[in-house]
Antibody, heavy 123, light 112 residues
């Protein structure tokens, strides 16, 4: 059974950093792209970014609101994806989800989602 | 950036009756591989989103056949042939043809 478990969410002051983890099981992690999404309290879904599998270069893409501040990485040996959040702002307050697509070559169509981890940015 | 527009934003439904949600994109979503890069998700209260329909019209595993997706170009539709109580939640369309991936605003489906 595919499982994605996010961790690392916390209450942090504006301007600080945080690293979220997405621990995967139930599939060959290295073969799959991993995406991150977020949802601010009472708001809709927002795409944060994704990291391709090594077969596709392991490169990353980001949404405009986080580009330059957030970094996605992966450790295939541990089956973990990371989301490094720097220079945090109040508007980054959200539940952060990691996701796996249903196809190794089509990186959208996110078939598996974690339960999410809450990041609160406040002084 | 491709802008996704859903309608309606609120949809009161009667159990057993059909329901339909529209999603319109500011650009066509047809990929060179022949697939429309448009997915539908349902977020039930207190839960993570779940994939319902992928690539425009393909039902995800475990999704009942009373839920269907259709469309082409820039206009897409999610249909529920007979609404059940378990269908309540917020429905989102999302395009993944072009970065940044973008969502519609969401359609809240409630039982009347």
């Amino acid at each position: 059974e595919v499982q994605l478990v996010e961790s690392g969410g916390d209450l942090v002051n504006p301007g600080r950093s945080l690293r979220l983890s997405c621990t995967a099981s139930g599939f060959t992690f290295g073969d799959w792209a991993i995406s991150w999404f977020r949802q601010a309290p009472g708001k809709g879904l927002e795409w944060v970014g994704f990291v391709r599998s090594r077969a596709y270069g392991g490169t990353t893409e980001y949404g405009a609101s986080v580009k330059g501040r957030f970094t996605i990485s992966r450790d295939d040996s541990k089956s973990i994806a990371y989301l490094q959040l720097n220079s945090l702002k109040a508007e980054d307050t959200a539940i952060y989800y990691c996701c796996k697509p249903r196809d190794t070559a089509i990186w959208g169509s996110l078939h598996h989602w974690g339960q999410g981890t809450l990041v609160t940015v406040s002084s | 950036e491709i802008v996704m527009t859903q309608s309606p934003l609120s949809l009161p439904v009667t159990p057993g009756e059909p329901a339909s949600i529209s999603c319109r994109s500011s650009q066509g979503l047809l990929n060179t591989n022949g697939y429309y890069y448009l997915d539908w998700y349902l977020q039930k209260p207190g839960q993570s989103p779940q994939l319902l329909i992928y690539l425009g019209s393909h039902r995800a595993s475990g999704v009942p056949d009373r839920i269907s997706g259709s469309g082409s170009g820039t206009d897409f539709t999610l249909k529920i042939s007979r609404v059940e109580a378990e269908d309540v939640g917020i429905y989102y369309c999302m395009q993944t043809l072009q970065i940044p991936w973008t969502f519609g605003q969401g359609t809240k489906v409630e039982i009347k």
